[in-house]
């Protein structure tokens, strides 16, 4: 069909002299189109002075009245009121188009299919000038975003001016907004905003939409899915909202959050310009005040001046908010394909934790909270634990259920353990010893204790047994590192040179009886 517009345009051209080809090229209409509109306009015998002051719809009757006439065995769409329906928490033109069928229906009438439906409500929209806070739905998202504005904050002591960033996240449908002030633009400190704006607002949006910050998106192509950090991906399901990277370079579709950045700058930046903060916290109460203001002064133009973004958010969108989780999110630090020792124990910084024995030999993820350590396997979390301190070594935390009776399967137990020891020596045996008695679960002395019984491999046993005496003397329980260090040090060649001139001074000089035979015979 030939649009409305084209029918003037067309012949405008066709008037200076603008062939097909051009109009398709440099004006982007079909040929198809406008050969059709040129073809009516001779049988009309009319040109482009006789109808260029003709409106747009009695035109396109003079023109193509078939059209019109069969336009009316559609049923028309009410686009006025789908505007207003979209407002609404879970509408979408999916449902209204199959709401405007049932209409046509009942009426005897056609119905549009729905892609001319949405066409049609999209060209209704920028006809009428629509702008984008109407067709916000209250609670359905917020945008977040870094603003190129920095603060300062400035040391106490030096004097020294520290740059202090700013997160804005705004609510598109009411404008009610957060800010906070950070000393770096990290992942984590990424995050953690964004769990402080939830907390702020009380509630979860079903959707973030975020720009393509590195911290939190990996790749957003043009065709494809969007790829998010590992983080940020967990953030989102622990708060079941989806985010949604606004496409590269387009603004406008995180509209709110770049306009409130601008007012941000006035508000907060510009009104504590003269202001001196000495930590953090001081810029985040100044923050908070400001921002209190903001939130609360009625809008100058929209809702006639007499509400204000806290009212229209506290009055009518907090309720459309899902609930927050139980407990908050707690960014970690992962660390992937760390393997089960044969004790079902995974070790992190000298300390071992405990998963379920099936789990033995196999590679598993282990995420590192404040004070959390968390393990998975191919993403299924299986069990955590509290985390040891810095200072605290060679900890177990071990849950009796992550063990089994007895080991099916597994070479090494207590008694073979032992026994290897044994045939090493004394010492060796009494390293062993130590080790088990300082775990309060046997199967915890496992792997202490074959990786020293394992080193004995590459050296003679009497090396072995000085280096295990040696480190008995200095140590009460010692291990691995202990034993290998003594081995690979001067100590042991000391050891050994040692040893053996006690052996010669307690064999002393020895003579045999041939040589008392020998001296009787030269007396006489």
């Not at 078939?66 to 009316?72: A, C, L, N, T, V």
């Not at 049923?75 to 999916?94: A, R, S």
């Not at 579709?253 to 903060?277: H, M, P, Y």
């Not at 953090?280 to 973004?309: C, H, M, P, T, V």
């Amino acid at each position: 069909m030939a649009k409305i517009i084209e029918i003037k345009k067309v012949l405008e051209l066709n008037s200076n002299s603008i062939s097909q080809n051009s109009m398709e090229k440099n004006f982007h209409i079909s040929k198809r189109s406008s050969r059709k509109i040129l073809l009516r306009a001779k049988e009309l015998n009319v040109s482009y002075e006789d109808v260029k002051d003709i409106a747009y719809d009695e035109l396109f009757m003079i023109f193509f009245p078939e059209i019109e006439d069969r336009q009316k065995l559609y049923g028309k769409p009410d686009y006025e009121k789908c505007q207003k329906e979209l407002v609404k928490t879970g509408v979408t033109l999916k449902l209204l188009w199959q709401e405007y069928c049932d209409v046509c229906e009942s009426k005897g009438l056609m119905h549009f299919w729905y892609g001319k439906f949405c066409k049609d409500y999209h060209e209704y929209v920028g006809i009428n000038n629509v702008t984008n806070h109407l067709i916000h739905k209250p609670g359905q998202k917020i945008e977040v975003d870094w603003s190129g504005k920095t603060m300062r904050i400035t040391d106490e002591i030096t004097g020294t001016k520290y740059k202090a960033y700013l997160f804005v996240a705004t609510l598109p449908y009411s404008q009610y907004s957060y800010v906070e002030a950070t000393l770096n633009m990290k992942q984590s400190t990424w995050i953690n905003c964004n769990v402080n704006m939830f907390n702020f607002i009380g509630g979860v949006t079903r959707t973030v939409v975020c720009d393509n910050l590195k911290t939190g998106v990996i790749k957003h192509p043009k065709e494809g899915d969007i790829i998010l950090n590992k983080q940020y991906e967990e953030f989102s399901n622990h708060y079941c909202t989806a985010i949604m990277p606004a496409p590269v370079k387009t603004p406008k579709k995180k509209a709110s959050v770049e306009g409130t950045v601008g007012k941000v700058a006035t508000k907060v930046i510009a009104e504590l310009r003269n202001e001196e903060f000495y930590s953090i916290n001081a810029l985040n109460a100044a923050i908070s005040k400001k921002l209190s203001e903001f939130n609360n002064k009625k809008f100058q133009k929209k809702y006639d001046g007499k509400y204000s973004r806290s009212e229209v958010f506290n009055g009518y969108e907090k309720e459309y908010l899902n609930l927050l989780p139980f407990m908050a999110y707690e960014y970690g630090e992962w660390i992937l394909h760390r393997k089960v020792g044969l004790n079902a124990h995974i070790q992190y910084k000298k300390n071992f934790y405990s998963c379920n024995y099936k789990y033995i030999g196999k590679n598993v993820d282990i995420k590192i909270t404040k004070n959390l350590l968390k393990i998975f396997f191919k993403n299924t979390h299986l069990v955590s634990h509290p985390l040891f301190a810095e200072y605290q070594t060679y900890q177990y935390s071990t849950r009796k259920q992550d063990l089994p009776d007895y080991f099916n399967g597994i070479e090494w137990n207590y008694d073979n353990i032992i026994e290897w020891a044994n045939r090493i020596g004394p010492y060796t045996l009494k390293v062993v010893a130590a080790i088990f008695s300082s775990v309060k679960v046997r199967e915890q002395g496992y792997n202490p204790s074959l990786s020293i019984l394992r080193l004995s491999k590459k050296h003679t046993k009497q090396e072995f047994e000085l280096a295990c005496e040696y480190a008995l003397n200095k140590l009460s329980s010692p291990r691995y590192k202990d034993i290998k260090a003594v081995l690979h040090s001067q100590v042991i060649n000391t050891l050994i040179n040692k040893t053996e001139e006690d052996d010669d001074q307690k064999r002393g000089i020895m003579r045999g009886a041939d040589y008392f035979k020998r001296k009787t015979s030269e007396i006489k």
